[in-house]
């Protein structure tokens, strides 16, 4: 069989799977508006409740899912080609730690509540810290992609314990409740925090678009040089997206782990490692599985709403320890 008719069938395949991803898009966003203790036609509302209860929660907490479920995973896929690791991923490498250390920080010292742009350009600058650390220990050769990982669990549990810290000594109420939105909520979203789309689309629209190159990239440095691609400069572009992405995304809701994990990974195993098409799929399917496991954060208990941070966990966590087995064994 001949080489083209073998990239032409690899192509259909992603072809394939870019129309089947949409279509379940389309569907899971329609289930996730209709869905609730009041089920609600979202092509036609009955009543000014239905109405208010499709536009003021359901449609801005659908938004916001596929938002931030495409950043996490497409962040997630350029982390994994960057540091040369498969088990890259924001939350898992601290990244989103350091995004939602410094948030707590500012409104630990704050005497006002933070803009949603100040709460954005916070969570990014801790994301974009930590984000240099590790870019900056994987450029070592002493420093192996197993401890590179242990490094970033490490600051994780930093942040963690930090931000752990703070609440103890905040006798703020507000703050307290925060460790609710800290655990990956999307529950209070609303229109004005919903500003920061207008950041975080054309950031992913562009990032989406950086796959070629890191097909060049996944190459080696020397021979990226060599094919005429600025190396720095398409490292560091990087790392102050996926920085923006991924504190846009913790300052809508929170800690939302292990998307940025299982997404790329999975269509990695399913579908190959051509990033120009693994790129706009895992932020399709990263969305998708967001909005499915807020939904089911919605509807799994009666009159109760679920960290979708503790959902995400509960789904990624047997997939995270089969993927590090695996590597064992590889």
């Not at 100040?118 to 240099?132: P, S």
Request: glycine letters at 8%; a positive charge.
């Amino acid at each position: 069989m001949s080489l083209n008719v073998l990239l032409a069938r690899q192509q259909s395949r992603w072809r394939f799977s870019f129309w089947l991803i949409v279509s379940l898009l389309i569907v899971v966003c329609f289930f996730s508006l209709s869905v609730g203790e009041l089920w609600i036609k979202p092509w036609a509302p009955e009543g000014d409740l239905e109405q208010q209860l499709l536009l003021q929660l359901r449609l801005p907490r659908l938004l916001a899912a596929l938002a931030i479920g495409a950043s996490l995973a497409s962040s997630g896929a350029v982390l994994q080609v960057l540091l040369g690791n498969p088990l890259a991923e924001p939350g898992v490498l601290g990244i989103s730690g350091g995004a939602s250390l410094a948030l707590v920080a500012v409104l630990f010292f704050l005497p006002f509540a933070p803009s949603p742009m100040l709460t954005m350009f916070t969570a990014m600058g801790g994301a974009l810290l930590f984000t240099m650390i590790l870019v900056g220990l994987s450029r070592r050769r002493s420093v192996s992609m197993t401890r590179l990982l242990l490094i970033g669990v490490a600051l994780g549990i930093l942040s963690s314990a930090v931000i752990t810290w703070a609440f103890y000594f905040s006798d703020d109420l507000s703050m307290r409740q925060l460790m609710y939105w800290l655990m990956g909520s999307l529950g209070g979203v609303n229109w004005q925090q919903l500003s920061l789309l207008f950041f975080i689309v054309p950031v992913l629209a562009v990032l989406c678009c950086q796959g070629k190159k890191l097909d060049i990239l996944m190459l080696g440095e020397l021979h990226a040089r060599q094919l005429g691609l600025n190396v720095t400069t398409l490292r560091w572009k990087l790392i102050l997206m996926v920085s923006l992405l991924v504190g846009s995304a913790v300052a809508l809701a929170g800690i939302i782990g292990f998307i940025g994990l299982v997404v790329p990974h999975l269509i990695r195993l399913m579908l190959g490692t051509e990033n120009r098409f693994l790129l706009p799929l895992s932020a399709l399917a990263g969305g998708v599985l967001l909005v499915v496991a807020d939904t089911l954060s919605r509807i799994l208990l009666p009159s109760a709403d679920l960290p979708v941070g503790v959902v995400t966990t509960s789904l990624g966590a047997p997939v995270f320890i089969w993927m590090l087995m695996r590597a064992e064994l590889d």
